[in-house]
């Protein structure tokens, strides 16, 4: 295992690209609405990061065709945006990443279309907490078991389950680096985290069981048993206390 530790200036660079993510982010979740098609949001995204002087981290990456992965309802990740119309009570998660001047940021949020009923707002609100529960584990000194066991803690002691085929991961030059970072694990295991590593927590929070499908089109994660699924993620950077560079202004903040 290869881990990359950053330097002051990469960090920096690196809080750029986290900015404009959470830019995009926001002016997504905005303008979520019922009735718009998905892929309304691609080109959102497309048209919001050319403007912030980025370019999106996913459109070809292992051939990917979208800016944007929009996931909904059962869809865990990997969502390819397309013609599919967003109905009242859905909920779709946006993942989005954006490369700035050689260096990757990577966020994900989801977001209500409408008016959603409690148990879905819990599903929502868990899989937030589980985000936050990891980003205050994530310090230097810390190991990656007790961020692993963090997310997975609040997110099964609240009722929900953790997927466990996809995970978090390093993030810097390349968007997808060492370490993976398993969203379920045991606290006092795995690697010491040090200052200057960056990496992107992803917890993905299924409301029945944890276990997932890939769907037709090879891309889309879906629950396997058809339970809603909510994903929240961050990039940090790992210092004394983890610092956010994916920071986000909206509601979904």
């Not at 937030?128 to 002691?157: F, M, P, T, W």
Request: charged content about 25%; hydrophobic content about 40%; overall charge negative.
């Amino acid at each position: 295992m290869s881990i990359i530790i950053k330097s002051e200036r990469e960090i920096a660079l690196m809080r750029k690209s986290g900015r404009i993510v959470g830019a995009v982010l926001d002016t997504l979740s905005r303008r979520v609405r019922p009735g718009m098609k998905t892929k309304e949001l691609d080109i959102i995204a497309a048209e919001e990061v050319e403007k912030l002087g980025a370019k999106p981290s996913f459109k070809g990456y292992r051939g990917f065709p979208a800016n944007l992965c929009v996931s909904v309802n059962d869809e865990v990740v990997h969502g390819i945006p397309g013609e599919r119309a967003l109905r009242e009570g859905d909920i779709v998660s946006l993942d989005f990443g954006a490369i700035y001047n050689g260096f990757h940021g990577d966020s994900a949020v989801t977001v209500g279309v409408g008016e959603i009923d409690a148990k879905t707002k819990e599903l929502m609100e868990t899989t937030k907490g589980a985000l936050e529960a990891g980003i205050a584990a994530a310090r230097a000194g810390a190991r990656l078991g007790d961020v692993s066991a963090a997310i997975q803690g609040y997110a099964e002691g609240r009722g929900f389950s953790v997927v466990r085929e996809y995970t978090g991961h390093g993030i810097g030059r390349d968007l997808h680096e060492e370490p993976q970072i398993p969203n379920f694990g045991e606290a006092g295991t795995g690697v010491v985290l040090k200052k200057g590593m960056t990496i992107a927590l992803e917890p993905m929070i299924n409301a029945g069981d944890w276990r997932t499908r890939l769907g037709g089109d090879q891309w889309t994660v879906l629950t396997a048993d058809g339970s809603l699924s909510a994903h929240f993620e961050h990039t940090i950077a790992i210092a004394e206390e983890a610092e956010v560079l994916t920071v986000r202004k909206g509601v979904y903040a």
